[in-house]
T-cell receptor, first 114, second 115 residues
Framework: NAGVMQNPRHLVRRRGQEARLRCSPM?????VYWYRQLPEEGLKFMVY????????ESGMPKERFSAEFPKEGPSILRIQQVVRGDSAAYFC????????????FGQGTRLTVV | AQSVTQLGSHVSVSEGALVLLRCNYS??????LFWYVQYPNQGLQLLLK????ATLVKGINGFEAEFKKSETSFHLTKPSAHMSDAAEYFC?????????????WGAGTKLIIKP
């Protein structure tokens, strides 16, 4: 059973370009979470999704950021018109139905905006 | 609102010394509690978890944590630090009554091991 897969591992974008980060949850997991980790800071929750639904996006910036988790395929975190401040590590985690188990994390995507 | 406090953004111990990383949560009802470790340029991996069974929880790599309801704490310990323990450690909480179903995270503690 493969773990949570994120790709790409590293992504470089010029200011103004779009960044697309992908996350494939573990098999059988229907909950996906996206987190951002800025240098020297802890994890910040961005968004929580279930299949085809955004459950909680309270941590998402109001502009330029969006997320989806379609019925088929990976979850996508999309950042439009990237700025230097978007440079960070973005982690995806997935979990099954019950909260008594842990969330499983991907290796992260390190976004660098130049 | 739920919160998790990790005391000390950096903790430095000598190799072979006791490791103690502190975590306190705010909840009137015991939540589920987790410690995760993040090695440089890696994702997070679970060290151990408390889900209302035994209050002393043993995890991987010789770590353990004790849930103390009276102190609303879940401190992480290891009797003897090893150089390979140098990493960042995060405490996290599933609030038991949280309808949003999301982990609440501490800010993290970087563990530095001195030779």
């Amino acid at each position: 059973n493969a773990g949570v897969m994120q790709n790409p591992r590293h992504l470089v974008r010029r200011r103004g370009q779009e960044a697309r980060l992908r996350c494939s949850p573990m098999k059988g997991h229907s909950h996906v979470y996206w987190y951002r980790q800025l240098p020297e800071e802890g994890l910040k929750f961005m968004v929580y999704l279930q299949k085809e639904n955004i459950i909680d996006e309270s941590g998402m910036p109001k502009e330029r950021f969006s997320a989806e988790f379609p019925k088929e395929g990976p979850s996508i975190l999309r950042i439009q018109q990237v700025v230097r401040g978007d440079s960070a590590a973005y982690f995806c985690a997935s979990s099954p139905e019950t909260r008594t188990t842990e969330a499983f994390f991907g290796q992260g995507t390190r976004l660098t905006v130049v | 609102a739920q919160s998790v406090t990790q005391l000390g953004s950096h903790v430095s111990v000598s190799e072979g010394a006791l490791v103690l990383l502190r975590c306190n949560y705010s909840s009137s009802v015991p939540p589920y509690l987790f410690w995760y470790v993040q090695y440089p340029n890696q994702g997070l991996q679970l060290l151990l978890k408390y889900t209302s069974a035994a209050t002393l929880v043993k995890g991987i790599n010789g770590f353990e944590a004790e849930f103390k309801k009276s102190e609303t704490s879940f401190h992480l310990t290891k009797p003897s630090a090893h150089m390979s323990d140098a990493a960042e450690y995060f405490c996290a909480v599933w609030p038991p009554m949280d309808s949003n179903y999301q982990l609440i995270w501490g800010a993290g503690t970087k563990l530095i091991i001195k030779p």
